[in-house]
């Protein structure tokens, strides 16, 4: 289910009875978040992990930062968060998320400066070009004017030597222009090169989940539908880390944060061109596998997803984790729509959690839901 649908279908829930009483419903909104029904936070989790889709991923900024630090506060909310965590959570989130938007604003506007103004020289360099050669075109002039005296002067002697004169500066006037021509291209050429090469670069990390290096959630939504243009099988997997909220509070978003760049390495290890990778949100990564059916997609990449102990090696010591994930998998039915396949597969991925950890779960044909 897409954060969005996740919302919605949580706002569709009664509320709580004792949000009939007006009294309670403006302490609630103002000094006493920690009564808040599960419902309540489920929301705020929600809408915390949505924001990971509009954080503009690149070195310039620290988007890793700001990431770790909205995945925290998500991780703490619950029915029974107190009223000091909720109110932390609300002045972090009031003072940091406008300054780091205002500085995704101030890198996109200096990428932007960045292009006109080599559009700007490109303007110049023509406006240059265009003098130059009204400046060639008034020397060829003046020379032919030259020649046409030349052929008048009565000594043949002088007139020829006259003549071989005006040719040799002719020529050496026409060779200077056409290699002045072909440096000013080949300058032009190179400009153009760096202008697309830092457009695709800037690009390039928009796309890009700062921390793992795979797309973020919005990105994948973009590409998805091109894998589904015809109707070749494909299969996509839902894969949740098992217990790294724990992970997180006993070892440190440090451990954390090489955790998810393990699972990263080990779906990436799995891959091929063809396939489509991402973090989705927090602990929970999507991979999408054209033209592979689930039993073709798991044969593949079974062996990233086995259950196992791993040594992380941190520098200063060595510590051993256990490497657990549930999937959900789905292979996607004739006609269905984008949202309708990661939605099975997250289904799938909802249930293998309840029933069992560690394990890969196939949704069926028809969510319970859907008869």
Sequence with gaps: MSVVSGVLARLRQPQAAHRESEGAEKDRNVTAPAELAEPGTAIAREIFYALESFLLSTDDLDTAGILRRIQEFAGRLSPETGPA?????????????????????????AREEEMWRLLDTY????????????????ELRTRQDRLQSAVSLDDLRLARETLE???????????????EDKERIARLQQQVTQLQQSLVAVRGRADLDA????????????RLPACLIDERPCAVAFVDFDDFRRVNATLGHEIGDRVLLLVADQLRRASR???????????RFCFVAPGNSVEQFLQRAGGALSRRHVRLDLGDRVISVLFSVSTGVATRRPGESPNQFLDRADW????????????????PTVLPSET
């Design 165 to 179: 004169e005006e040719l040799r500066q002719s020529r050496e006037l026409v060779d200077r222009k056409a290699r």
């Design 348 to 363: 799938a991925l909802r249930e293998a959690k309840r029933v069992r950890r560690g394990s890969v779960l196939q949704a």
């Design 273 to 283: 061109t063809t396939d489509l990778l991402a973090r989705f949100h927090a602990d």
């Design 123 to 138: 303007a110049a360099a023509e406006k240059q070009h265009s003098g130059r050669n009204e400046q060639v075109l008034a």
């Design 211 to 222: 921390l793992t290096g795979l797309l973020h959630q919005g990105s994948l939504r973009r």
């Design 85 to 109: 965590t909720i109110q932390e959570a609300r002045a972090w989130a009031g003072a940091a998320l406008p300054t780091f938007a205002g500085l995704q604003r101030e890198y996109v506007g």
